[in-house]
């Protein structure tokens, strides 16, 4: 029953910018959201709904990069991935870390590996490349060199 409400106050939160909600098993939801949204539904879920951050995961689909951040409410075995998909003329997105200071070394690691940029993120340095590392050069892109 609590799963259903989480579920449904997402997309009451979301409205138009919940584009897609898939039910991978009975414990597992990835929501598609509108990049704008991310901090909203990211805020409801980690103080009201008492989520905890597991993880931020990035890959790059050729046409577009998609983050995603998966947070599991383990009181009731639940886990949510919200999944926000950022075109690569523009890769950009709110940072987390001011909301949970548990995303910031994640965001660090999808930055330099994909070149993603999280605004207002504090600290966007090498994680774990060298610092000379070429700029611009993203390991993990299919478009670098």
């Known amino acids: 029953m609590r799963q259903e409400a989480i579920i449904q106050n997402i997309k009451v939160r979301s409205d ?3 584009s897609e909600v898939i039910h991978k098993s009975k414990n597992r939801v990835y929501c ?12 409801y879920l ?3 709904e008492k989520a905890r951050f597991s993880i931020a995961s990035g ?3 050729r046409k577009a990069v ?3 951040y998966h947070f599991s409410i383990d009181e009731i075995g639940l886990i949510v991935t919200l999944r926000v998909i950022l075109d690569k003329s523009n890769l950009e997105v709110e940072s987390l870390t001011p909301l949970m200071k548990c995303a910031e070394w994640i965001e660090m690691e999808i930055h330099e590996m994909l070149g993603v940029n999280f605004k207002g993120h504090p600290n966007l ?3 774990l490349l060298k610092d ?5 050069n993203y390991p993990l ?3 670098s060199n």
């Open 16 to 18: 138009k910018d919940l």
């Open 32 to 43: 598609t959201i509108n990049k704008n949204i991310l901090p909203q539904i990211a805020r």
């Open 46 to 48: 980690f103080n009201e």
């Open 59 to 61: 890959v790059d689909t």
């Open 66 to 68: 998609e983050i995603l």
């Open 125 to 127: 340095k090498h994680l």
């Open 132 to 136: 000379d590392w070429p700029k611009g």
């Open 141 to 143: 892109r299919r478009d």
